[in-house]
Every structure is written in C-alpha cells, then in structure tokens.
Nanobody
C-alpha cells in the first residue's frame, strides 16, 4: 500500500512563498509520476503541476507557470512544490497524488492521494 503525506501548508500574505512536501511510503516511489492538485471551496479539484518518474520532465497549469516549481528526490521518496508570488486566488487545499502511467492532468487517472494541506493567501 502506498501512502502520501503532505506538509508545509499554512497562512501567507500575498506575494509570499510556501514550500509543500509530499512524503511517500514504500520502495517504489520512482515508479510513480507525481502530481499536485488543489481544490478551493465550491470548486472542482484542478491540476497544478506534475513531474515525471525520473524527474526529467515537468508540467504546469497556466495559472501557476513561472511562479510554482515542482521537484522530487527519489532517494528521499519525496515530492515538493515550491510556490512563489502567491496570490489570494491560490488559496485552496493542496493534494499530492501518484500514478504509474504518464497521465498528467486528469485527477481520475491518479492511483493514490494524500490527505491534503491547506494553503491560505491573505490580501
């Protein structure tokens, strides 16, 4: 069983930064493409960023491109999301997820999910 645990959320002022981590249990972390999604109240869960199994390729939603950076450390079984220039519209619960395919943006194709971490950006 694969378990994902996010950490690093919190309250930050607009223009600030936060770094999220996603620790993954098990010895097969490098077998999974990792993604970050977010869900604001009353809205659907939306894709934020994803990174290839080897870390050699990344994808971003247009809304976060140039501000957010996804990375991973396969030796530490951990994925990261560095968020800069945060804006109030970035406020949401952020989830990390894993899938064994090359699916990037469709949350229904992900196999495992973390419990989420709240990010709140004040204006």
């Amino acid at each position: 069983q694969v378990q994902l645990v996010e950490s690093g959320g919190g309250l930050v002022q607009a223009g600030g930064s936060l770094s999220l981590s996603c620790a993954v249990s098990g010895r097969t972390f490098s077998s999974y493409l990792m993604g970050w999604f977010r869900q604001a109240p009353g809205k659907e869960r939306e894709f934020v960023a994803a990174i290839r199994k080897s870390g050699g390729g990344t994808w971003y939603a247009d809304s976060v491109k140039g501000r957010f950076t996804i990375s991973r450390d396969n030796a530490k079984n951990t994925a990261y999301l560095l968020m800069n220039s945060l804006q109030p519209e970035d406020t949401a619960v952020y989830y990390c997820a894993a899938n064994k395919n090359e699916v990037v943006a469709n949350p229904r194709q992900y196999d495992y999910w973390g419990q989420g971490t709240q990010v709140t950006v004040s204006s």
